[in-house]
């Protein structure tokens, strides 16, 4: 029993297995992967995420919807596809998701599910020069 949702986090834990790539989502929810890929795709690779493209497997821009979220979600855009990278940038605004990965201080940028970047709007160029210096 869980009193004023306490207890309840772990109950929800044990039922479904973390992401193989560290993300919490659940493969449960709407038949998905943690990257939005259907289970069989997710279950035929490696990593619920598909195959690293240039060593990236996934980059989140996490945000609350607001003016500067978005631009940095547009800047990053703007830099992989700078860099000739041909990974989808995902722009995450639900905080529960936000809020798993740590974050107190948005917009955010994650890079195969690691915090890189947050409380600040980065341009393009800083993008493109963080990916670099990851040796992306």
Do not use: W
Not at 59 to 80: D, P, R
Not at 92 to 118: C, D, H, L, Q
């Amino acid at each position: 029993m869980a009193l004023f949702g306490f207890g309840k986090k772990k109950e929800e834990e044990k039922k479904t297995p973390p992401c193989c790539c560290g993300s919490s989502e659940s493969k449960a929810e709407e038949g998905t992967g943690c990257c939005s890929l259907p289970d069989s795709v997710a279950e035929s690779s490696s990593c619920c995420c598909g195959e690293p493209v240039d060593g990236i497997c996934c980059i989140k821009v996490l945000g609350a919807g607001c003016k500067s979220c978005h631009e940095q979600y547009e800047n990053a855009k703007a830099a992989v596809k700078a860099r000739g990278l041909s990974v989808e940038v995902e722009y995450v605004t639900e905080m529960e998701k936000v809020m798993a990965y740590g974050v107190m201080s948005m917009p955010a940028i994650v890079v195969n599910e690691k915090v890189v970047s947050m409380g600040k709007v980065l341009k393009a160029a800083d993008v493109e020069n963080l990916l670099q210096k990851l040796g992306y």
